[in-house]
């Protein structure tokens, strides 16, 4: 998976339908513990709800994505598999969501449940802030003042994210790049420096870019 979508922090949404409420908050979540961490932090939060319907979708190994729903309750397939499947239209991962539903006296029978969820967990996901994340490296060469400025522009020509410079009897860059991309780059800042400097490549990691 070279590149995915998740959201950064939280969101939150909130809709009613013929009196109950639905209160949907959607989490950035790495790992299963997360995801059901957060689940307990909502369900401790809305202790009087009726339901605390869930979803989440984290990577996996190759195509081996960990996905788990539940309707709390709700007839089957009217509540988590409605909120998965806005997970899923988003095209996100590594992501969490719980909808909470307080119960307004009327029933909304199966149609208007999937609605209401469906659009509960929409809400969230409209009001979040995407992410794409990438494998990336972080990069960093120490140089002569003399240099700075030929390396800087060298290295925003590659593509690279450059973070602030760090000034003291020479100059530190610090940048950051997709992953397998830095070879070239490496090869024009060793031919600038004449080997008197080498690159330091961090290890990939995912991180937005």
Not at 18 to 38: G, M
Not at 54 to 80: C, M
Request: hydrophobic share 45%; net charge negative.
């Amino acid at each position: 998976m070279p590149e995915y979508m998740t959201i950064a922090g939280k969101a939150t949404a909130e809709i009613e339908e013929k009196k109950s409420r639905f209160i949907a908050q959607l989490s950035h979540v790495e790992t299963e513990e997360e995801a059901l961490a957060f689940l307990e932090e909502i369900r401790a939060e809305h202790r009087m709800a009726r339901h605390n319907v869930y979803a989440y979708i984290l990577r996996g190994e190759g195509a081996s994505e960990r996905i788990r729903y539940s309707d709390d309750g709700e007839p089957q397939k009217t509540a988590g598999l409605p909120t998965l499947q806005a997970l899923q239209h988003a095209g996100l991962t590594d992501v969490a969501v719980v909808v909470t539903r307080y119960f307004g006296g009327t029933l909304l029978g199966t149609g208007g449940l999937v609605r209401a969820y469906t659009a509960a967990a929409g809400g969230a996901l409209q009001n979040a802030e995407l992410v794409s994340m990438r494998l990336v490296v972080d990069c960093r060469l120490r140089v002569p003042y003399a240099q700075f400025e030929q390396a800087q522009r060298i290295i925003a020509a590659a593509g690279a994210k450059p973070e602030e410079p760090v000034f003291d009897d020479a100059v530190t860059l610090l940048w950051r790049m997709p992953a397998g991309e830095e070879g070239p780059l490496c090869a024009k800042l060793t031919e600038l420096t004449r080997g008197s400097a080498e690159v330091t490549v961090s290890a990939a990691m995912y991180a937005p870019f």
